[in-house]
């Protein structure tokens, strides 16, 4: 069937609601890193080519983090050496220090991403710094990057809750995020890597930025909560939304059920409210219904199932 | 793992919110007619409990529909002969007809729930009548009832979109609601029965009714949008929210995915929002997980798969 085939109420928008929002597809680096099943770099190398075909103009192709953390991404200078880049298409890859960047550097990588702590339990635990010790190994991350006329996206992870320390402070998440932004990042994402945030919680980390211009979101549906959370995003005048294809990057009956947001579920989202995007659902769905088959497990998105299923 | 084990973020609500809601619980009506696996009316019984020990207040405990329909329900009466009603607990029935209550009288129940169409399409199909042929067979059940001294509900089905008939227009809908409310009705539960809706929708389809006082909405997460139309209705003012215990009544991987929102899903959102709802969320999940066990498959509620998956 058709994604459009069935009944569909009229289009309806809302006060202060973006009339376009660009979709972050994160499903080829923050969704394969977080699957147990080894993807060839074929299989890879398909998906993001479906993913530009079905209009998705940013992807975030890959990582060059140690291939020891993330075997799943160690063929990144592989699929970036044989990847069809697009006109039209950013394929921006995550950089976790300047050994990284190097790396994206002789892959002529356009965008990178590095990856903040808004916790010092996570930095301690994911970067094996302090707080406030991880500006000084990014700075000079940004610093090479944009001097290579590279775009620097600054993730900000834990943004709403941390497995070890409970709530986050908005003004400490605010306080990693300003600095990202003074230090040449252009553009923030606030995430929810646990999946714990209400939609008044992001309204109010939302507000203490001033302005949201260069902000995006990045939420983890763990506890259901993720398009909710987007929705008062888009209130608060968000333009940037991650998402994965298919909800890839989390299994919603493992334990640890992490996964992103799924971008099918969003794109509805967004077409009900008017809100452009330029994505394809029904190749969008046939994208991700066939990578679901390529990991051997069905997608938790509602969109797909309902489409697909 | 304890519900709130996890690091949470503090509580923040929202300009506009309800200090309270009632949560509508549905599961043991709406949620397990649509459950293809036979349910023995011990295990109704003992799931009734269960909810009732967990803080639900209402919970929409069966239908007097024509046992044909739905075979599911036939035990409605030995089920309510049997039922511990429990002071502060209150137990509305569905009737879709005088012969239903008729039914609901015998079993001294005392708050009832009438099912009508926002449409003609579903109107012919369910009820077999035209939209406006509705009226006169729910007008001698609600007059009957009031009179009694019986709380009613009215169900409006199909207010955002239906496979028949595509778009639903606003005005129609709020004119099968007004006719309910000016019959009697003690409340409107405005439906997506089919799932499709988007926020700016609700919205504005509860912006036709001025006032949301008698208002309750009834999401089905067929396309993932239900705790985002949740959140918008609870900003218009809404305080009645119908869902399901496990989100019972649809599998995600069934071509008719069709499923409420999962109340520990809505339960996680007004936690955040800082909504009270009397409901305890470690003992909704151990309810749930006990009935997944029953039913022999997984729950699709996002939170319940979190804490004990």
Redesign the interface.
């Known amino acids: 069937m058709g994604a459009r085939e069935?009944?569909?109420?009229?289009?309806?928008?809302?006060v202060g609601?973006p009339d376009q929002v660009t979709i972050w597809e994160v499903g080829p680096r923050d969704g394969l890193q977080n699957e147990s099943v080894s993807v060839p770099v074929d299989v890879k190398l398909e998906f993001l080519d479906r993913l530009a075909d079905a209009g998705v103009s940013v992807v975030e192709a890959t990582s060059f983090v140690h291939p020891k953390w993330v075997p799943q991404l160690a063929d990144a200078e592989e699929l970036l050496a044989r990847l069809d880049r697009r006109d039209g298409v950013d394929y921006p890859v995550l950089v976790p220090n300047e050994r990284g960047l190097d790396r994206a550097l002789a892959a002529r990588v356009g965008h990178v991403a590095i990856f903040a702590s808004a916790t010092d339990s996570f930095a301690r635990r994911n970067l094996n710094r302090a707080l406030d010790e991880q500006f000084a190994m990014f700075e000079p991350v940004v610093a090479r990057a944009k001097a290579e006329g590279l775009k620097v996206r600054g993730y900000v992870s834990m943004c709403?809750?941390?497995?070890?320390?409970?709530?986050?402070s908005r003004g400490q998440v605010a306080a990693v995020g300003k600095r990202l932004l003074d230090m040449g990042c252009d553009q923030l994402s606030l995430g929810d890597t646990?999946?714990?945030?209400?939609?008044?919680?992001v309204?109010?980390l939302l507000g203490e930025f001033g302005s949201v211009e260069r902000i995006a979101v990045h939420f983890h549906?763990?506890?259901?909560?993720a398009?909710?959370n987007?929705?008062?995003a888009l209130v608060a005048g968000v333009r940037t939304v991650d998402s994965s294809a298919g909800g890839l990057g989390g299994c919603?009956?493992?334990?640890s059920?992490t996964g992103n947001l799924?971008t099918?579920?969003l794109v509805?989202?967004l077409?009900?409210?008017?809100i452009a995007h330029g994505v394809d659902l029904d190749k969008l769905c046939d994208t991700s219904a066939w990578m679901a088959g390529r990991l051997g497990r069905?997608s938790?998105?509602?969109?797909l199932?309902?489409l697909r299923?």
Do not use: K
């Open positions: 069935v009944g569909l109420p009229d289009v309806v928008g809302g609601l709403f809750g941390d497995p070890w320390e409970g709530s986050v646990i999946g714990v945030a209400t939609p008044g919680q309204t109010a549906d763990t506890y259901g909560q398009l909710a987007t929705y008062a919603p009956y493992a334990e059920a799924a099918e579920d509805w989202m077409d009900g409210l008017g069905p938790p998105s509602r969109v199932n309902a299923g």
